[in-house]
């Protein structure tokens, strides 16, 4: 029953890519979508039914003495909640990926149905497998369905380098990611989760080991120093933008650590560790996203800015805080990526620019309401998700560590401001188009009708989900006496860019102008993808151009060819005077004794019968005369 | 007195192995073949007379045939030869191919 | 009296063999063969073997002979004639070791010695021999019969090829 989740995906994948031509791509997209809801409502029926934590194993692969690799499915409540949020978000979005995709049909579309298949198929083997075996598999596979999916207009050079970057920076975080595999398992001598949370107890090595399987976390999710595929990754369709940051792939690095949070809470080194990296990415992504003009990648940074929101809670010890926040995250990203997706359809697909755009409240009514809700659950206005959400982690770290808090929120402060400017410079004020930009189309519209209610709503059901995870909350009253600050932070940071942008209290133009150094500092994300592909990739080339040239070149080169010459000295010597002299010479009398060995040896085979019969008398004269011999002995 | 008949067998043989050394004729040496076989029937007929058993003339018996065998082949070899190359002396024939 | 008879016998062996072997024409050839073949069969009655001496007489100095001088007669005699006569070298050459061959197996015979188990031979030749013959040497007899029948095969095949050419 349980594992109809993980198959529903799987099926729809092998339907898709093998019948995917055959059936159209309209189809392709039906199957895709109905495999998302059929999975959604198997989780949903899982959850409500589940008593306590099941190991459902499949197959036991590898059995060695004492141990095995198990290839199955472990459910608890971490697990199956997480599954349900992402299922139910990756259904909404392939809903709505069937009308956005609907400009590109005939050309082979299903294949992007197929990838979206695999994507969840993947992610879900990372939220259910109940082996670190089976979660790195699905890491992969999503590594694989993410290198696809932002490459699928690989006609395009962006989109195919885009691509490349992803998957290369994945990889780095993989390879740290599987060496702490390796290490973990050195360690307990298991990489079963159940067994491992069993056994999880201080060991010497476990905060090398932990520390390793977060580098893999910081690649999947896009923390700094690996983040800079993630802004790079809109160069994929808008659905993959929304699935990659709002369900499937950067969730999983979030995930993963709250997964492993009994081993990662045994080192507090590892826990620190994940907190600084939380706090500089977050306050990064929130200062870069403030220049940003490309309306996808402005939601991108922010992504980058929430999942480091998240990675800080886990950080100081909050994951079900953390893990609440991936959740309603999930539903306002998917639903700002979804706005945006239809503010690029509605434009035709012309442009991304914030500042080419303007004024489409007056066209796109539903879009701009799903849009502003989407940024004020963002920006943590009450009573939005985002509001309930961030504030119980601002709240939760407020009595342990205040300069932590006061960062998140400062953080907060440049995300409501950032994203307000984007709604405000995208909907509001005039634009003026070459076509008239329209309304889109309700299979679109009604995906994002959806996430915009669970954006609005979703935030109440923290009670519930904390007490169904059996962690402990403050009551609603202190909770909002205690998020004062947050309600603050949001108000001052909408006010910053509704009276930069909508009243036009001072000329965006002139700030600007004044800080353009700090601009250019931000908008190039404080050089750190300059520094990563001129000064890594391109030092790195150089030095390859340069140990080509002086080693191979000239040593191994000239090696090779002084050998060479050497030899050829050799060769010559050897054939004058070995050769020519002695083995020419010797060979040739060889051929003349054996020509005239043989000629003297053909007189013995005559052919004339009485000399052969000749040689028997003269055998038998032998043997007589032997046997008269031994005789006379 | 046997072992002068097993001594007329031997040298029987040995004139018979003589005279295909020394002919020419391929006839006359198929006939010094057959005085060799006779000259081992002799042999082995006075060797069962000597020891008063009739196994040897078993023998004796099968070389015949053999004998008869052979001459019809050797005789059919012979006239074939002659009728293809048309030469009938040993020395003619060193060669099996033609 | 024994000794009379192998004698006679022995001497006429002799000299017919030689004599086979060394007169030119075919046809005296056979003449020379035929007394050799009547003086082994007379050797065999000698020694008492009565049905092989009656097998000599029928197989070699009626078949065989026959056979010998119907081959003759089918080749023409200008052409044997031509072909006729001795390699003399290889006369030279093989006398000795002939003459050495016969002088060492008279020596080995004479100063060998034999045993004793003679046994009388039974009265009854025939039904001596053909009770071995077909009880304890019935394999190499049919063998042998196998070997007559391939080998009239050939014959009529080579027949078949002469009446081609």
Redesign the interface.
């Known amino acids: 029953m349980q594992s109809l989740i993980l198959l529903f995906p799987l099926l729809s994948f092998i339907t898709i890519g093998l019948f995917g031509r055959r059936i159209g791509d309209f189809a392709s997209g039906v199957i895709n979508a109905g495999a998302g809801i059929l999975s959604f409502i198997v989780a949903l029926i899982t959850m409500l039914s589940m008593k306590g934590p099941e190991d459902i194993v499949f197959y036991k692969f590898l059995p060695l003495s004492n141990t095995s690799v198990d290839i199955g499915i472990y459910i608890d409540k971490l697990s199956i909640s997480t599954t349900v949020t992402v299922t139910f978000v990756a259904s909404v979005i392939f809903v709505y990926a069937i009308g956005y995709m609907r400009y590109l049909f005939g050309n082979w579309t299903f294949k992007f149905f197929a990838y979206f298949s695999l994507f969840l198929f993947s992610m879900l083997l990372i939220l259910l497998g109940d082996s670190l075996i089976l979660m790195f598999f699905g890491w992969e596979g999503v590594g694989l369905a993410s290198y696809l999916l932002i490459g699928y207009f690989h006609e395009e050079k962006f989109a195919t380098k885009a691509s490349l970057e992803a998957f290369v920076m994945n990889r780095i975080g993989d390879w740290s990611f599987i060496l702490g595999i390796i290490y973990t398992f050195w360690l307990f001598g298991t990489l079963s989760l159940p067994k491992l949370f069993e056994n999880a107890s201080y060991v010497p090595g476990i905060t090398l080991a932990t520390l390793l399987l977060f580098g893999g976390a910081v690649g999947k999710s896009g923390q700094i120093p690996l983040h800079t595929w993630l802004p790079n990754a809109m160069a994929g369709p808008t659905p993959v933008s929304a699935l990659l940051h709002a369900a499937t792939m950067v969730a999983a690095g979030v995930y993963m650590v709250a997964r492993l949070y009994p081993i990662f809470s045994l080192s507090s080194t590892t826990l620190s560790y994940i907190t600084i990296t939380g706090v500089v990415t977050m306050l990064f992504a929130a200062l870069v996203a403030t220049v940003h003009d490309d309306i996808k990648k402005i939601i991108a940074f922010s992504t980058m800015s929430q999942l480091a929101i998240m990675f800080t809670a886990l950080g100081m010890g909050f994951p079900t805080a953390a893990m609440f926040h991936l959740t309603t995250h999930a539903f306002f990203k998917a639903l700002l990526f979804l706005a945006a997706g239809a503010v690029i359809t509605g434009l035709h697909h012309h442009t991304q620019n914030i500042f080419e755009m303007g004024g489409l409240k007056k066209y796109m009514p539903i879009t701009f309401g799903a849009f502003m809700i989407g940024a004020l659950a963002l920006s943590g206005f009450p009573p939005f998700a985002g509001y309930f959400s961030k504030d119980a982690i601002v709240s939760s770290i407020m009595d342990k560590n205040t300069l932590v808090a006061t960062l998140i929120l400062i953080a907060s402060l440049l995300t409501a401001y950032y994203i307000t400017r984007e709604a405000f410079v995208v909907f509001l004020g005039e634009g003026h188009y070459h076509e008239e930009p329209h309304e889109v189309e309700p299979v679109m519209s009604f995906p994002m009708l959806i996430l915009s209610f669970l954006s609005l709503m979703g935030g109440f059901l923290l009670w519930n989900y904390f007490s169904y995870m059996n962690s402990p909350i403050e009551a609603p009253s202190s909770f909002i006496a205690h998020s004062i600050y947050g309600i603050i932070v949001a108000i001052v940071g909408i006010s910053l860019s509704y009276l930069l942008y909508v009243k036009k209290f001072v000329d965006p133009n002139i700030l600007y102008e004044l800080f353009k150094p700090i601009h250019t500092l931000m908008k190039s994300q404080f050089y750190t993808e300059y520094i990563y592909h001129n000064i890594i990739a391109k030092g790195y080339l150089a030095i390859s151009r340069l140990v080509y040239k002086a080693v191979d070149r000239i040593i191994i080169d000239g090696f090779v060819n002084g050998v060479a010459k050497v030899f050829m000295i050799l060769v010559r010597f050897v054939w004058e005077f070995i050769d020519i002299r002695f083995i020419d010479i010797i060979l040739h009398k060889i051929v003349i004794w054996t020509f005239s060995f043989g000629r003297k040896l053909k007189i013995i085979q ?6 052969y ?2 040689v ?3 055998g ?2 032998i043997i ?2 032997l ?2 011999k031994g ?1 006379r002995l | 007195m046997d072992k002068y008949y097993l001594l007329l067998g031997i040298v029987l043989v040995f004139i018979g192995i003589f005279g295909i050394i020394i002919r020419k004729n391929l006839i006359t040496m198929l006939v010094a073949t057959e005085i060799m076989l006779n000259g081992v029937n002799i042999s082995l007929v006075s060797v069962s007379h000597f020891l008063g058993k009739v196994d040897a003339q078993v023998m004796s018996i099968i070389v015949l045939t053999v004998a008869a065998s052979e001459v019809a082949i050797g005789l059919g070899l012979v006239v074939s030869i002659f009728r293809l190359k048309g030469y009938e002396a040993s020395e003619e024939i060193t060669e099996l191919r033609d | 009296m024994e000794l009379l008879v192998f004698v006679v016998i022995s001497i006429i062996a002799i000299v017919s063999a030689l004599g086979s072997i060394l007169v030119k024409s075919p046809i005296h050839v056979m003449v020379w063969f035929l007394g050799f073949i009547l003086s082994v069969a007379a050797s065999f009655f000698a020694l008492k073997a009565d049905l092989l001496a009656g097998l000599q007489l029928v197989i070699y100095a009626v078949a065989i002979v026959v056979f010998y001088v119907l081959v003759i007669t089918t080749i023409p005699w200008e052409k044997v004639k031509m072909f006729e006569g001795f390699y003399k070298k290889e006369f030279v050459f093989a006398l000795p070791a002939f003459l050495f061959t016969i002088g060492a197996s008279i020596y080995l015979v004479i100063s060998s010695r034999f045993s004793n188990l003679r046994q009388p031979l039974t009265k009854d030749n025939v039904s001596a021999l053909g009770t071995v013959l077909f009880t304890k040497y019935i394999a190499p007899f049919e063998l042998a019969s196998f070997i007559l029948l391939i080998a009239m095969i050939g014959a009529i095949i080579f027949g078949k090829e002469k009446a081609n050419g």
């Open positions: 005559s052919g004339y019968l009485n000399q019969i000749f028997i008398l003269l038998i004269v007589l005369a046997i008269i005789m």
